[in-house]
């Protein structure tokens, strides 16, 4: 998509290399190959930001948070959400990014583990702080 704040599409860059083009090709071919390479990340979602705060707090404790999340998004509250598109754009957006829909699902399903992750690093020593953990 659109670079909102430089006005450019990826392709416009010369950071894409064609090396890092054929690679991308190939993995969107291989779905399995981009949910191997989920796996080894931690995962946030921005619309479920205090979640995500804590689940970065876990694997990366030295971080800190003192942004506002919509703020975060390039467009603030004037942010374009599933809710608010028009259903047929929504439609038209589907059909044609199954691959990102994909990979957005085994996100989500990753984000979940992560949360239950730090809920159990929580229960387990029977604390309500857990260092990293808010």
């Known amino acids: 998509g659109v ?8 392709n416009q860059t010369d950071v894409l290399t064609e090396a890092a083009a054929a690679e991308a090709a190939e ?3 291989d779905r399995g190959k981009m949910r191997r390479r989920l796996g080894q990340c931690v995962v ?13 707090n876990y694997w990366y404790p030295w971080l800190t948070f003192e942004d ?9 509250s004037r942010a ?3 809710a608010t598109l028009l259903p047929g754009h929504r439609a038209i957006i589907e059909r044609h990014n199954g691959c990102d829909l ?7 399903a990753q984000f ?3 949360l239950l992750v730090v809920a159990a690093a929580k229960s387990e020593l029977g604390m309500g702080h ?4 808010v």
């Open 3 to 10: 670079n909102y704040h430089k006005g450019i599409f990826p």
């Open 102 to 108: 994909d990979l957005y699902a085994a996100g989500m």
């Open 130 to 133: 857990v260092p990293g953990v």
């Open 68 to 76: 506002n999340w919509r703020g975060n998004t390039g467009m603030g």
């Open 27 to 29: 993995a969107i071919r």
């Open 44 to 56: 946030g979602m921005t619309s479920r930001w205090p979640e995500t705060v804590r689940v970065l």
């Open 112 to 114: 979940e583990d992560q």
């Open 80 to 82: 374009e959400t599933p």
